[in-house]
């Protein structure tokens, strides 16, 4: 049985080497950042989809509804109070993470089910629905950042090549 504190499924981007290797040339920091606004956009779409396709209570429990407490986390650590992390896209060194949160721990049950009651998945169709699209967006975010960031570069070399 799966603790939780991992991710059971995730994306892992392959193919996008020009790109990483473009946005390197920039330095670290900004092809982390680029890279965790890229992602977080990518998740976005799944964790929508998660909350639309999440069950519904009758609002007479206090809490949350599960399809209210869907939550997109970009580089949460596994295992790290994240009990809540089920599925997740990872591109690079950045992760983001759609789950629930401990408020509603339950969404394991609907999503999984027990011996009582049936599995409801929400958050694996959800993934298997926006995957595709998520892929294609983490792509367009790294150019569009790369993009940007040549612009910057080239902004810096022209008053550099002015001032000397």
Do not use: C
């Amino acid at each position: 049985m799966a603790t939780g504190t991992e991710s059971l499924v995730s994306i892992q981007v392959h193919g996008l080497r020009e790109l990483e290797e473009e946005l390197a040339k920039f330095g670290p920091e900004v092809a982390k950042r680029t890279l965790r606004a890229a992602v977080k956009k990518a998740g976005e779409p799944i964790r929508e989809e998660a909350a639309r396709l999440a069950p519904r209570g009758t609002g007479d429990k206090k809490g949350p509804h599960l399809a209210d407490d869907i939550v997109l986390r970009i580089g949460a650590k596994k295992g790290k109070s994240f009990s809540e992390v089920l599925f997740g896209v990872e591109s690079g060194s950045v992760t983001a993470q759609i789950g629930f949160t401990k408020e509603t721990f339950y969404g394991m049950f609907q999503e999984f089910g027990t011996r009582f009651h049936a599995a409801h998945p929400f958050l694996r169709p959800a993934f298997d629905n926006e995957s595709e699209n998520a892929v294609r967006m983490i792509a367009a975010e790294l150019k569009r950042g790369i993009e940007a960031q040549a612009k910057k570069a080239a902004k810096r070399f022209s008053r550099f090549k002015r001032g000397a």
